[in-house]
């Protein structure tokens, strides 16, 4: 491990809950040997095993030189883990507070999650930052996600809720999601309700 990251608030009450995406910004860049699943982007759920550079290239502090389970060329991948965050393997177990969602699902969710925990319960904040609760609620209703409101809750508390801002925001997140489909349409897709943090394997 050679390189380390900025961790917010918010990130750190998810890495001691044992979220996945939250646990993987805490770590620096695997060594030559490690296995790994690809939590977030084009290659979300693919398993891989970290290779020594080449000498030829010259990689970003935190870009991995690897092989992806799959890869039918046998190519070479490069990863930056900045922007596509990786699980080194064996993974955790999953908390019990996980969503009924695929990772691809859930990460997208967990950022606006950590996002309202930080801008509502850090730096001498106290109270709950409607704004980018608002914004939370947008980006279930936006993906759809079958989310019910104490599920939500669950993940909220995981990442650092407080217990007296509970009610409040049940009863926000019940009314605006309700007001976003009455309003456009798009009911969430129950389909989508899957084994928490499982993946549904890209093609590549």
């Known amino acids: 491990m050679t390189a380390e990251r900025t961790i917010v608030p918010g990130h750190i009450e998810g890495f001691l809950a044992g979220c996945p ?31 020594k550079i ?19 060329s046998n190519i070479q991948t490069r990863i930056v883990i900045n922007h596509w965050l990786i699980q080194v393997l064996p993974e955790s177990h999953i908390p019990e507070w996980a969503p009924p ?11 606006a999650v950590v996002n309202f925990c930080q801008q509502s319960f850090s730096f001498h904040k106290s109270e709950p930052d409607i704004s980018s609760f608002y914004e939370l609620i947008r980006i279930i ?16 508390k995981a990442h650092g809720l407080p217990i007296q801002f509970e009610h409040e925001l049940l009863k926000i997140y019940e009314i605006g999601i309700n007001l976003l489909i009455h309003v456009n349409g798009k009911k969430p897709i129950k389909k989508k309700r899957v084994a928490p943090f499982s993946w549904k394997l890209v093609e590549i």
């Open 21 to 51: 995406f939250c646990t993987a910004k805490r770590i620096g860049v695997p060594e030559v040997g490690a296995r790994f699943r690809v939590l977030t982007g084009l290659y979300a759920g693919r398993t891989g095993t970290v290779k």
């Open 54 to 72: 080449p000498e030829k290239y010259s990689l970003d502090p935190f870009e991995i030189f690897c092989h992806l389970d799959g890869n039918k």
């Open 101 to 111: 969602l695929s990772i691809q699902d859930a990460a997208p969710l967990d950022v």
């Open 141 to 156: 209703w936006r993906n759809r996600l079958p989310l019910q409101p104490n599920e939500l809750l669950s993940i909220l």
